[in-house]
């Protein structure tokens, strides 16, 4: 493994276990077992290393959302919705990174989204929109909805990560599926059944 990438898998790792308020060079230096100043030729400072390591984070992400295959619109928001719970509990310092702390890449609800800034929303918007065109979902703002269906399932995450559920994984996750079939039912002006 290249210095720069063990640099990054460090700094996600000690985002998780310390937060953004402790994150530090001396502290990524340590868990990568190289000096402090070996760091600072790859990155010039903290920031430059935490928003390396959200863009990091955003892209396992981005490639989480883009390996989905299917054609099918609300198949493709189902499959959206179930990564998103398994990306929560496979890898939480990216999560995190991504959905949690600030980093100082994440976006910004309604500018950044609405200008296409993140590939993962906009590819669910894409979906919202197909499925409303073939008479699928309900009409309306495709980016509100999306937004809607993310922080519902944002909601269940943090609840299971934070140990609020005392439930299993896989009970976790068919919880989480029947969240996204009443999300989807109720933008398709319906009543979900279980």
């Known amino acids: 493994m290249d210095t ?19 994150f530090s060079l001396r502290s990524v230096s340590a868990a990568a077992g190289i000096t402090p ?12 290393l935490l928003e390396a390591a959200g863009r990091e984070a955003f892209d396992t992400w ?8 299917t054609t099918d619109p609300l198949d493709w928001l189902r499959q959206a919705g179930r990564l998103y719970m398994q990306f929560a509990l496979d890898e939480p310092a990216r999560f995190d990174a991504c959905f949690v702390m600030r980093t100082g890449v994440e976006r910004r609800f309604p500018r950044d989204f609405r200008a296409g ?8 918007s894409e979906r919202v929109v197909a ?4 008479g699928r979902l309900a009409a309306g703002d495709a980016l ?11 909601g269940l995450a943090m609840l299971q990560r934070t140990g609020r559920m005392a439930m299993s994984r896989a009970a976790f996750l068919a919880l989480a599926g029947r969240a996204i079939e009443h999300s989807i039912a109720g933008f398709r002006g ?3 059944t279980t």
């Open 62 to 69: 981005k490639q989480r959302v883009e390996s989905i295959r």
């Open 144 to 154: 509100e909805m999306v937004m809607i269906f993310w922080a519902q399932l944002h």
């Open 37 to 48: 100043m070996a760091v600072y030729r790859h990155f010039p400072n903290k920031q430059e």
């Open 131 to 134: 499925a409303q065109a073939a």
């Open 4 to 22: 720069r990438r063990k640099l990054l898998d460090c700094a996600i790792d000690e985002l998780e276990r310390s937060g953004v308020a402790a």
């Open 117 to 124: 800034k993140s590939p993962a929303v906009a590819m669910m």
């Open 190 to 192: 319906k009543k979900a």
